[in-house]
Nanobody, 126 residues
Framework: VQLVESGGGTVQPGGSLRLSCVVT???????????LMWHRQPPGKDREMVAS????????YVLDAVKDRFTISRDDSKNAALLQMNRLNADDTGVYSC?????????????????WGQGTQVTVSS
């Protein structure tokens, strides 16, 4: 499984960016479900999850601090998770990375498998 992020860059305060995370491949075990997640790590701070979307019906979660500005969605035709970020400010600066958590069957049990992308830099600066 490989995850490749794109769409990062430098934007002025108040601007928008749309990040894409394309997932290729699949776990070798039967998959019941998966969750695609976007995380960010501001300079000098811990990484935090900002949004997630499930397989199937696509239930979403967005961090309270950004839920009025960020939207997560899936593009199933590209096997991608998208993060639309509007009204960006300096606090949104950081490395944004995506991950995929799969629930797979191993023997008679279910296990989770996690995969990560390399990340893309988002810088909000005037």
């Amino acid at each position: 499984v490989q995850l490749v992020e794109s769409g990062g860059g430098t934007v002025q305060p108040g601007g928008s960016l749309r990040l894409s995370c394309v997932v290729t491949g699949a776990p070798s075990r039967p998959v019941e479900s998966y969750i695609l997640m976007w995380h960010r790590q501001p300079p000098g701070k811990d990484r935090e999850m900002v949004a997630s979307i499930t397989s199937g019906r696509g239930h979403t979660y967005v961090l309270d601090a950004v839920k009025d500005r960020f939207t997560i969605s899936r593009d199933d035709s590209k096997n991608a998770a998208l993060l639309q970020m509007n009204r960006l400010n300096a606090d949104d600066t950081g490395v944004y990375s995506c991950s995929a958590q799969y629930r797979v069957r191993v023997g008679g049990l279910w296990e989770t498998r996690d995969y990560w992308g390399q990340g893309t830099q988002v810088t909000v600066s005037s």
